[in-house]
T-cell receptor, first 113, second 115 residues
Framework: AAGVIQSPRHLIKEKRETATLKCYPI?????VYWYQQGPGQDPQFLIS???????DKGSIPDRFSAQQFSDYHSELNMSSLELGDSALYFC????????????FGDGTRLSIL | KQEVTQIPAALSVPEGENLVLNCSFT??????LQWFRQDPGKGLTSLLL?????REQTSGRLNASLDKSSGRSTLYIAASQPGDSATYLC??????????????FGQGTILTVHP
């Protein structure tokens, strides 16, 4: 069965650079969530989209923005990168919000030098 | 604000033992509770999802229970195997307010099953 696809798998950037992470949800899933997992931490919710509209917002810095496109894939744009942004970034998708399980991608490991 | 706590933080057992992982949450107004497995540096694999109207779910050697009124869930693993070694995370989806399905995670239980 098709799963959530994230790209790239690994990304190395320097401070103050920008990065774009991509997420392709499971086919027919209309909801995408982004989470950030720092070293030794549990995943923290960043932002979500339902039917291409932002549906919820968590602890996402103003330097970050995201959107969901007409084909339901989503991109997380990160600017002015800081050392503290080094983390594993997960995307999850579901059919609708709340009731259905979320299925996670393998994540993008972002390292800031 | 929902807070999810998992006990114990780490657990080491010999192969073959039955074990229980605990998860508690402060706000009982949840849509569902989901258990995940995470291998080091890897993604999250969904194990079981319990809807708020359900008491338990089973998948193979795994059984998860939910007691909304007391704010608790348990994950029972029968006949543990070395391949079960991983971090187990529980996460709740809260109902109502402006929450639209975001997961609130506990900090996980690191399980080691030794041969």
């Amino acid at each position: 069965a098709a799963g959530v696809i994230q790209s790239p798998r690994h990304l190395i950037k320097e401070k103050r650079e920008t990065a774009t992470l991509k997420c392709y949800p499971i086919p027919r899933h209309d909801t995408v969530y982004w989470y950030q997992q720092g070293p030794g931490q549990d995943p923290q919710f960043l932002i979500s989209f339902y039917e291409k509209m932002q549906s919820d917002k968590g602890s996402i810095p103003d330097r970050f923005s995201a959107q969901q496109f007409s084909d339901y894939h989503s991109e997380l744009n990160m600017s002015s990168l800081e050392l503290g942004d080094s983390a594993l970034y997960f995307c999850a998708s579901s059919l609708g919000t709340g009731i259905q399980p979320q299925h996670f991608g393998d994540g993008t490991r972002l390292s800031i030098l | 604000k929902q807070e999810v706590t998992q006990i114990p933080a780490a657990l080491s057992v010999p192969e073959g033992e039955n074990l229980v992982l605990n998860c508690s949450f402060t706000d009982s107004a949840i849509y569902n509770l989901q258990w995940f497995r995470q291998d080091p540096g890897k993604g999250l694999t969904s194990l079981l999802l319990i809807q708020s109207s359900q008491r338990e779910q089973t998948s193979g050697r795994l059984n998860a229970s939910l007691d909304k009124s007391s704010g608790r869930s348990t994950l029972y693993i029968a006949a543990s195997q070395p391949g079960d070694s991983a971090t187990y995370l529980c996460a709740s989806v809260n109902a109502g307010g402006t929450s639209y399905g975001k997961l609130t995670f506990g900090q996980g239980t690191i399980l080691t099953v030794h041969p």
